[in-house]
């Protein structure tokens, strides 16, 4: 798969064997143990991807846009987003509390 922007973030599994990256159009791509649960591509972005944070147990991953949109994949639980709330302020980047 080609990429069709800068790699804007990335996250490691859970045992460190592998890891995802995440480009500004939503592509993500999957190496080493690291299995593919979707992407953001094909779907009407409001603003660019900024970044992607993986579950505990690497079984899924967020993905967030600058808008404050978030995206869920695999086991990850869809919590709700920001869009609409950070007041003309860009989101840059996510992580995850367990």
Do not use: C, E, H, N
């Not at 080609?2 to 993500?28: E, F, I, N």
């Amino acid at each position: 798969k080609a990429l069709k922007g800068a790699v804007v973030g990335m996250a490691a599994t859970a045992d460190g064997q592998g890891y995802w990256l995440v480009g500004r159009d939503g592509g993500v791509f999957a190496f080493g143990d690291a299995k593919f649960y979707g992407s953001a591509t094909g779907k009407a972005l409001k603003g660019a991807v900024v970044g992607m944070a993986a579950t505990a147990d690497g079984q899924g991953y967020w993905l967030v846009g600058r808008d404050g949109g978030v995206f869920a994949f695999g086991d990850a639980k869809f919590y709700g987003s920001a869009t609409g709330t950070s007041s003309g302020t860009p989101i840059v980047g996510m992580a995850p509390s367990w």
